[in-house]
């Protein structure tokens, strides 16, 4: 079926008909630019989001939970997903709006010649017409004209009373006449033939051609629209496969969350190495009851009001666990004396991989600056072997320091790793787990987060031994005096209560467990932790 056949006289409709066509193209254009939009949008709310959750601390300082590993690869995997709805916006932009665009501006441009030459034709033929319809017009004008001249000439000719010049004055009127009527006829007849030729070749040939042509260019316009379709819908496709393996990592990051690992991770974190605090020793306060004096009175132990009550201390052990308070902060020591045992072994061993590190660079660079060396003792003229020798010897102090580094804190190590052993053999085989990880005690029991504020136990002495050490008639002298840095609750057994500021006598120093003796002025004796306190120890007893 033909638009030049079928719709011959339809040109106004055909007209409005490809303005629609077009206009439809167009606005199916916005649409796809409306849809590469929102899909920039999401991309960059995707991206916005990743980036707000993503882990702003170094990899160090990561957790390494499988359940935050976890999180990480899916972020990772969703900034991918982000760049894929980049490549549709990007795809839909170039390949489906452009393309539209450009090729609406071609059909504009197409229409538009094409109803020109319509419109040209048209105008032609109606030229056409008003020729043949001014012929037919004056055709019939010299028509009645001639009718008039034959009526006067024969009324003339039947008046006896006319004369002979007036008959043959109407005679040649009426010959005049007559001939222009022919002539005037032969004209019509002429333009008549002439605009029925260009009427047909009008309705058979020229219009014809110009609505197959406007036929065309619609059906190329519909055609245009589907591939565009088509198009819109394989820029979604092509992404797919890639958009698949995106959920694929996600299912599998999920898959690898590992609970048991987790919780072992936590063992790892905050193990601290001490040991459980061991059973209360009974105290027999009836002695007093039953015993009997001579001069019938009830003696008073001496300085048995020195020790730490143990229900009190229980209930300051239950108070107090430092969930929520921030916990004084220790100074830091070299050798991470400050820390529990467990918690100090992995930042000595820490520390000892990285000088480690550090070493086998001076040594790689030692090694080098000497092979240049040699090849400069071989070939002078390649530079001075002098002229390495400082940094040679650098290099050497370097390796030396190093070595000397990596010396003491194994040492410490081995001393840490020498405890730890020494506990574990007393320690019931049932309680030994050198595989799960550690965790951290404040000196008073009680259970931190931050490792640079703990402090390890108090040694645990035996009952009696405190016993003849607080029933001596005899005090021990103060070697010097301190001054408490942090409020401290002794709640262990031996330990010492302190308040923030309060001075106290010291009568033993610390021996290397992190503890000083001390005594108030109320004649209360106890440990206290050494970073807790300020100490100044009297000139003649120093080194005593």
């Not at 160090?60 to 590993?69: A, I, M, N, V």
């Not at 001075?384 to 194994?410: A, F, G, V, W, Y």
């Not at 790793?417 to 965790?439: I, L, Y």
């Amino acid at each position: 079926m033909s638009w030049g056949t079928e719709l011959w006289d339809q040109f106004e409709n055909l007209d409005k008909h490809t303005q629609w066509g077009i206009d439809f193209l167009e606005r199916y254009a916005k649409f796809v630019k409306e849809r590469l939009e929102i899909e920039q949008t999401y991309a960059k709310q995707l991206r916005n989001l990743v980036k707000k959750y993503c882990p702003k601390r170094s990899k160090d300082d990561e957790p390494r939970f499988t359940s935050c590993l976890s999180f990480y690869a899916i972020l990772n995997e969703l900034n991918d997903y982000a760049g894929q709805r980049e490549i549709v916006a990007e795809e839909m932009g170039h390949k489906v709006y452009g393309e539209l665009m450009r090729y609406s501006q071609d059909l504009k441009s197409e229409r538009k010649h094409h109803l020109q030459e319509g419109r040209k034709a048209q105008q032609y033929l109606d030229h056409c017409w008003k020729q043949m319809d001014n012929s037919k017009k004056k055709f019939e004008r010299e028509c009645r004209e001639a009718e008039k001249s034959q009526l006067s000439y024969e009324r003339i000719d039947n008046d006896i009373n006319a004369t002979k010049s007036e008959v043959e004055k109407a005679k040649a009127q009426l010959y005049l006449r007559t001939h222009m009527a022919d002539e005037s006829k032969n004209e019509y007849a002429a333009q008549l033939q002439n605009f029925n030729g260009e009427q047909w070749k009008h309705f058979n040939v020229a219009i014809p051609q110009i609505f197959k042509n406007l036929q065309d260019m619609d059906e190329r316009r519909t055609v245009k629209l589907g591939e565009t379709y088509r198009s819109f819908a394989e820029v979604e496709r092509r992404v797919i496969p890639i958009v698949s393996k995106c959920l694929e990592g996600m299912v599998a990051a999920a898959k690898s969350v590992d609970e048991r690992r987790d919780s072992a991770i936590v063992i790892e974190s905050f193990k601290s190495g001490f040991e459980p605090p061991g059973d209360f020793p009974f105290e027999d306060f009836s002695q007093n009851i039953y015993r009997t004096g001579s001069d019938g009175t009830i003696s008073t132990p001496k300085n048995e009001g020195v020790r730490p009550d143990p229900k009190h201390s229980l209930g300051k052990a239950k108070n107090k666990l430092w969930l929520f308070g921030k916990k004084p902060k220790a100074p830091t020591l070299e050798d991470f004396s400050h820390l529990p045992p467990e918690q100090r072994r992995k930042k000595l061993q820490q520390r000892i991989d990285e000088l480690s590190k550090e070493l086998q660079k001076e040594v790689d660079q030692r090694d080098a600056l000497n092979k240049m060396k040699d090849v400069y003792e071989k070939n002078p003229q390649m530079g001075d072997p002098s002229s390495l020798q400082p940094k040679i010897s650098e290099t050497m102090c370097n390796m030396e320091r190093l070595r000397s580094e990596i010396h003491k804190n194994e040492s410490w190590l081995s001393e840490v790793e020498g405890k730890q052993s020494a506990r574990g053999d007393r320690r019931p085989s049932a309680e030994v787990n050198h595989h799960t990880p550690h965790g951290r005690e404040s000196p008073e029991g009680s259970y931190t987060d931050d490792p640079s504020q703990e402090h390890r136990s108090p040694p645990q002495p035996d009952p009696h031994e405190f016993d003849d050490e607080f029933d001596d008639d005899d005090p021990l002298p103060a070697i010097g005096h301190c001054k408490a840095l942090y409020a401290f609750n002794g709640e262990n057994e031996g330990t010492l209560v302190m308040k923030e500021d309060e001075v106290l006598y010291i009568i033993e120093e610390d021996k290397g467990d992190g503890w000083t003796r001390a005594r108030k002025q109320s004649g209360e004796e106890g440990y206290v932790p050494t970073s807790y306190v300020e100490i100044t120890l009297e000139k003649n007893s120093k080194g005593s």
